[in-house]
Nanobody
Framework: QVQLVESGGGLVQAGASLRLSCAAS????????MGWFRQAPGKEREFVAA????????NYADSVKGRFTISRDHAKNTVYLEMNSLKAEDTAVYYC?????????????????WGQGTQVTVSS
């Protein structure tokens, strides 16, 4: 079984930065791609960023490209999401997820393990 625990969320002003962390335990972390998704109230869960097993490939949603950076540390079994120039529309619960393969995907159905989520609120 895989456990994913997110941290680092909070309340910030527009233009600020946050770094989310997701600590993984259980199944071999380094064997699978990892992703970040978010869900705002009343909206579908949407893709934010994903990183391949080797970290050689990183994909981003258009809405965060150039502002967010995904990375991973195999020694710490942790994936990160560095968020800069935050906007009010970034407000959501952010979830990390582990993919079923080593290839990153924006399709949430390609992920079979999910964390509980961490709230990010950006005031304008």
């Amino acid at each position: 079984q895989v456990q994913l625990v997110e941290s680092g969320g909070g309340l910030v002003q527009a233009g600020a930065s946050l770094r989310l962390s997701c600590a993984a335990s259980g199944r071999t972390f380094s064997s699978y791609a990892m992703g970040w998704f978010r869900q705002a109230p009343g909206k579908e869960r949407e893709f934010v960023a994903a990183i391949s097993r080797s970290a050689s490939t990183r994909n981003y949603a258009d809405s965060v490209k150039g502002r967010f950076t995904i990375s991973r540390d195999h020694a710490k079994n942790t994936v990160y999401l560095e968020m800069n120039s935050l906007k009010a529309e970034d407000t959501a619960v952010y979830y990390c997820a582990q993919a079923t393969t080593a290839i990153p995907s924006g399709d949430r159905y390609q992920y079979n393990y999910w964390g509980q989520g961490t709230q990010v609120t950006v005031s304008s």
